[in-house]
């Protein structure tokens, strides 16, 4: 088990981010024309209406708090909230996020396999996606009963510390999750895949999301109406 352990919490990472970047690179270089989420609105607007906004909402709101939770150093909170209050907020906060999510993601399942025309028109990698969206999600809500059971945020900062020496190629990070039960090693896993297998999915539209934030710094459009177009193209004709 040692020597998996050390391909999955050591080596796979790096795998998966590696997949993650250089695949999302060349699909938009590649594949522009699939580079978008594929919606099936047209189909049938009303479950995905209630399904799409809580999924979005709860995910959103997990990702971020995943990524500066366990990215943020412990000395920089350290001086305004302990370690064991910390991981009550994570808790709560990521619980509630977490179950709107997990009914967001549902109701997209069951809409998606239950209406005839979606599914027909469906990609196997729709479902397997929503899939492993409900699966992580669910791991995730699991993890919090255990987390109950040790209050003072142990856990939560060995688990925070891999992070940071993964991402930082510091060693002895696959040593930091000796006491970590199965369930948060299932859930550490199945999120790096998912990472894993970003660029070949509609995922890949998370990055135009991101994207739309350039609009907010690029530089004013000159835009002129017809009429003076066509002014200044005669007053140039006849010049």
Same mark, same amino acid.
């Given at each position: 088990m040692?020597?998996?352990?050390?391909?999955?919490?050591?080596y796979?990472?790096?795998?998966?981010?590696?997949?993650?970047l250089?695949?999302?690179l060349i +699909?938009?270089?590649?594949? /522009?024309?699939?580079?978008?989420?594929?919606?099936?609105?047209?189909? !049938?607007?009303? /479950?995905?209406r209630?399904?799409?906004?809580?999924?979005?909402v709860?995910?959103?709101?997990? &990702? &971020?708090?995943? &990524?500066?939770? *366990?990215?943020?150093?412990?000395?920089?909170?350290?001086?305004?909230?302990?370690a064991?209050?910390k991981?009550?907020?994570? *808790?709560?906060s990521?619980?509630?996020?977490?179950?709107?999510g997990? %009914?967001?993601v549902?109701?997209?399942?069951? +809409? +998606?396999?239950?209406? #005839?025309?979606?599914?027909?028109n469906s990609?196997?990698?729709?479902?397997?996606?929503?899939?492993?969206?409900?699966?992580q999600?669910a791991?995730?809500l699991?993890?919090? #009963?255990?987390?109950? /059971?040790h209050?003072?945020?142990? *856990? =939560?900062m060995?688990?925070?510390?891999?992070a /940071?020496?993964?991402?930082?190629?510091? $060693?002895?990070a696959?040593?930091?999750? $000796?006491? $970590?039960?199965?369930?948060?090693r299932?859930? =550490?896993?199945?999120?790096?895949?998912?990472?894993?297998?970003?660029?070949?999915?509609r995922l %890949?539209?998370?990055?135009?999301g991101?994207?739309?934030?350039a609009?907010?710094?690029? #530089?004013?459009?000159? %835009?002129?109406?017809?009429r003076?177009?066509?002014?200044?193209? $005669?007053s140039r !004709?006849?010049?």
């Amino acid at each position: 088990m040692n020597y998996l352990d050390t391909f999955l919490f050591g080596y796979y990472p790096y795998i998966c981010l590696t997949v993650f970047l250089l695949g999302s690179l060349i +699909r938009f270089d590649r594949d /522009q024309y699939t580079w978008k989420s594929d919606s099936s609105q047209l189909l !049938r607007a009303g /479950q995905l209406r209630w399904g799409s906004n809580l999924f979005h909402v709860g995910v959103l709101f997990l &990702f &971020f708090g995943h &990524f500066f939770g *366990m990215l943020t150093p412990h000395f920089i909170y350290e001086g305004f909230i302990t370690a064991g209050a910390k991981q009550v907020v994570a *808790m709560v906060s990521g619980g509630v996020a977490g179950l709107l999510g997990f %009914v967001g993601v549902t109701i997209l399942l069951h +809409r +998606r396999l239950s209406d #005839p025309r979606i599914r027909i028109n469906s990609k196997t990698s729709d479902i397997v996606l929503l899939w492993l969206l409900w699966i992580q999600l669910a791991l995730g809500l699991a993890t919090i #009963p255990l987390s109950a /059971q040790h209050l003072d945020g142990s *856990m =939560m900062m060995k688990l925070a510390e891999w992070a /940071q020496r993964i991402v930082t190629f510091r $060693a002895g990070a696959v040593d930091l999750l $000796a006491d $970590a039960g199965w369930i948060f090693r299932a859930h =550490m896993f199945l999120g790096m895949s998912i990472f894993l297998i970003f660029p070949f999915t509609r995922l %890949v539209h998370v990055w135009s999301g991101f994207g739309t934030v350039a609009y907010l710094i690029r #530089p004013y459009q000159v %835009v002129r109406s017809r009429r003076l177009g066509q002014q200044g193209d $005669a007053s140039r !004709r006849s010049a």
